[in-house]
């Protein structure tokens, strides 16, 4: 039998999983986030807890989320992926590797302290020194997320906390993800989870960070300048509702006016679903992975910042290279 396992673990191959996890590599704040979780992880050597720092079990639970992976499959792909375990730091060959209730410990760790939302904001100050996400305008959207509908489960039921929406002319059984994003850049700013039958206008103003003064949403959001929650001095450019903009008169010039400023609207709407897009497409979520909405909201909260780095990538790393010292470059 050939030995080529260490052959093929060395490989210099750049596969997209590599070019993907080399880029993020260089974008995470690893130092800042493990800084924040640190002061809840258990004291290394304690009886019945795997050896496995901070970092690590991090650079693992993320690549779950950009990869789509649940606790066991995450085990599976360590042992099967040399680049996983690279990026995790378990490139030894003799090294051990995190089992799926170690990689379950952690995500315990983060939902029980609530340091998904905390990463979410340690991101977005990172983006915020950088001038990437500003304070200005604020989208408001809502996407929903499915969840399995079937009963032939361990209980023999759907979980209670989901619920069913109608969207057009077809019924979805999930939550909904209400987020508020930067007008200018599209980076995700605050985050909500709710049932899937929840009207987004309900969570219209709990989307604002407080500092914005306009704010765009689709025609789901009539009259959510006039909800008891409203915050004074915000005005909100909210669309026309799709009957009354197709019975506009292209032939009158005032409706052609309202009908270009509809449409100026809309293209700043925009922005909401590239976040979306990101985590729909790029990370695979389609689907809730637990059961309950504080679990699924926290791992949205984790999701969303993750997808901010990943839309401002190329900004980041050409900017930490601008910065790099003459020493480096002339090395």
Same mark, same amino acid.
């Given at each position: 039998m050939k030995q080529d396992s260490l052959a093929f673990s060395q490989t210099t191959r750049r596969t997209r999983k590599r070019e993907f996890l080399d880029s993020m590599e260089r974008v995470v704040p690893w130092a800042d986030l493990v800084s924040l979780i640190e002061p809840y992880a258990p004291e290394a050597g304690r009886r019945g807890q795997q050896p496995f720092g901070v970092e690590v079990l &991090?650079?693992? *639970?993320?690549? %779950? %989320?950009?990869?789509?992976? !649940?606790? /066991?499959a995450m085990e599976e792909a360590l042992h099967d992926v040399p680049v996983f375990r690279d990026f995790a730091g378990l490139s030894g060959w003799n090294e051990a590797l995190p089992s799926d209730s170690s990689i379950l410990r952690f995500r315990r760790l983060l939902e029980r302290h609530k340091l998904a939302e905390q990463i979410l904001v340690t991101v977005n100050d990172l983006l915020s020194r950088r001038g990437l996400l500003l304070k200005a305008g604020t989208v408001v959207d809502a996407t929903l997320i499915a969840a399995p509908s079937s009963t032939k489960n361990k209980d023999g039921s759907r979980d209670p906390e989901m619920h069913q !929406? @109608?969207?057009?002319?077809?019924? *979805?059984?999930?939550? @909904? !993800? $209400?987020?508020? =994003?930067?007008?200018? !850049?599209?980076? +995700? $700013?605050? +985050?909500?989870?709710?049932?899937?039958? =929840?009207?987004? =206008? &309900? %969570?219209a103003n709990s989307l604002l960070h407080g500092q914005e003064e306009v704010v765009f949403g689709d025609a789901g959001y009539q009259g959510a300048d006039k909800r008891p929650d409203a915050r004074p001095g915000v005005t909100?450019? =909210?669309a026309?509702?799709?009957? &009354?903009?197709?019975?506009?008169?292209e032939s009158n010039p005032i409706d052609v006016m309202v009908k270009k400023v509809e449409k100026l609207k809309a293209s700043v709407r925009?922005? +909401?679903? $590239? /976040?979306f897009r990101v985590i729909k497409r790029q990370f695979g979520h389609v689907k809730v992975r637990y059961r309950g909405l504080k679990k699924n909201t926290q791992q949205l909260h984790t999701l969303f910042a993750l997808s901010n780095l990943w839309m401002v990538r190329k900004v980041l790393v050409n900017s930490k290279a601008q910065v790099r010292p003459k020493s480096a470059l002339m090395a």
């Open positions: &991090l650079r693992i *639970h993320f690549m %779950q %989320q950009w990869f789509n992976l !649940s606790d /066991p !929406s @109608k969207k057009g002319n077809q019924w *979805h059984f999930g939550m @909904k !993800s $209400h987020i508020g =994003v930067c007008a200018d !850049s599209g980076l +995700v $700013h605050t +985050v909500r989870g709710t049932a899937g039958n =929840v009207n987004d =206008v &309900l %969570q909100w450019r =909210v026309m509702r799709p009957g &009354l903009r197709r019975a506009l008169d925009a922005k +909401v679903e $590239h /976040p």
